[in-house]
């Protein structure tokens, strides 16, 4: 998969996250936007090192989507935690 399609990923899975996870965020949607591409990127990559799961070149594999959204929810929680309600 190249890097365009990490960014479509990480932009599905963002959204993905966003509606697992409902709230006001404190970056927007801008902000949970990059927050998906980063976990996209972060949760492959984790996956491919500790989980001895190669990164697959399809597009449509069910453990490279999970381990996506799995990075974003992580990521959102995380940044929900350090930066919690700075948009009120």
């Given at each position: 998969?190249?890097?365009v399609s990490?960014?479509?990923?990480?932009?599905?899975?963002?959204?993905?996250?966003?509606?697992?996870?409902?709230?006001?965020?404190?970056?927007?949607?801008?902000?949970?936007?990059?927050?998906?591409?980063?976990?996209?990127?972060?949760?492959?990559?984790?996956?491919?090192?500790?989980?001895?799961?190669?990164i697959?070149?399809?597009?449509?594999?069910?453990?490279?989507?999970?381990?996506?959204?799995?990075?974003?929810?992580?990521?959102?929680?995380?940044?929900?935690?350090?930066?919690?309600?700075?948009?009120?």
């Amino acid at each position: 998969m190249g890097i365009v399609s990490w960014i479509v990923l990480g932009l599905l899975a963002g959204a993905i996250a966003k509606v697992l996870l409902p709230g006001r965020d404190p970056g927007g949607l801008i902000g949970t936007v990059l927050i998906g591409i980063a976990g996209a990127f972060i949760g492959g990559w984790l996956s491919a090192r500790f989980l001895d799961r190669p990164i697959q070149t399809q597009f449509f594999d069910l453990a490279t989507w999970g381990s996506a959204i799995a990075g974003s929810l992580v990521l959102l929680i995380g940044y929900r935690i350090l930066f919690g309600n700075s948009r009120d």
